[in-house]
Every structure is written in structure tokens, then in C-alpha cells.
């Protein structure tokens, strides 16, 4: 079982950035693809952005793209998700989630993910 802790969340008026930490104590993230999902208001866990287990491949949503970066740490077994430019519509819980597996393909759907975090509570105001 592997267990994942966000941090970093908090709230940001429009235009601000946060950027988002998940580590897994005890763990190594070098062989697994990470990503991250979030739940806005009204709405299913979608996915965010995600990058495969050696970082070549790096997939983001369309509308996240210019505004979010992943990155990770493996020497600190920490992956990253900074936000920049953010808006109303980004407030929600931001979650890390793991899969291992060393390949190419980056999942985006939720069940493609065994391991998840809590969560971390991100709120964007005007």
C-alpha cells in the first residue's frame, strides 16, 4: 500500500500562484507514473496533468496548459504541481495520485490510479 500526502493548498486570489507537493514517506516515486486530479464544485475527479515515470512524457488538460507545470524530485521523492495564473474556476481539492508502472503512456482516468492522497483544499477568489 502506498500512501501519498498533499500540501500546499490554501487560498489565492484571481491571478495568483500555489504550487502543490505529494510525497509518499517511506517511498520511492522513481518507477511510477504520478499525476494529479482535482474535484471543483458540482463536478467529477477530473484529471489535471500527469508524467510517466521517467518524465519524458508530461500530459496536461487543454485548459491547463501554460498556466500548470509537473514536476518531480525523485532524489526527494516529491512531485510538484505549480499553478500560475489561477482562477475562480480552478478552486477545489487537488489530489496526488500514483501508479506503478514504467512506461510511456500517462493515464487520465481516476481508475487508472490505485494510490491517491487526501486531498489538499484549493481556493481561488476574486
Known amino acids: 500500500q502506498v500512501t501519498l500526502e498533499e500540501s500546499g493548498g490554501g487560498w489565492v486570489q484571481t491571478g495568483g500562484s500555489l504550487r502543490l507537493s505529494c510525497t509518499a514517506p517511506?517511498?520511492?516515486?522513481?518507477?511510477?507514473?504520478m499525476a494529479w486530479f482535482r474535484r471543483v464544485p458540482g463536478k467529477e475527479r477530473e484529471f489535471v496533468g500527469g508524467?510517466?515515470?521517467?518524465?519524458?512524457?508530461?500530459q496536461y488538460v487543454d485548459s491547463m496548459k501554460g498556466r500548470f507545470t509537473i514536476s518531480r524530485n525523485n532524489a526527494e521523492n516529491t512531485v510538484y504541481l505549480q499553478m500560475n495564473g489561477l482562477k475562480t474556476h480552478d478552486t477545489g481539492v487537488y489530489y496526488c495520485?500514483?501508479?506503478?508502472?514504467?512506461?510511456?503512456?500517462?493515464?487520465?482516468?481516476?481508475?487508472?490510479?490505485?494510490?491517491w492522497g487526501q486531498g489538499t483544499q484549493v481556493t481561488v477568489s476574486s
Open positions: 495520485a500514483a501508479r506503478a508502472e514504467k512506461a510511456w503512456t500517462v493515464f487520465q482516468s481516476v481508475d487508472s490510479y490505485p494510490y
Open positions: 508524467m510517466n515515470w521517467s518524465g519524458a512524457n508530461i
Open positions: 517511506g517511498r520511492t516515486f522513481s518507477t511510477y507514473t
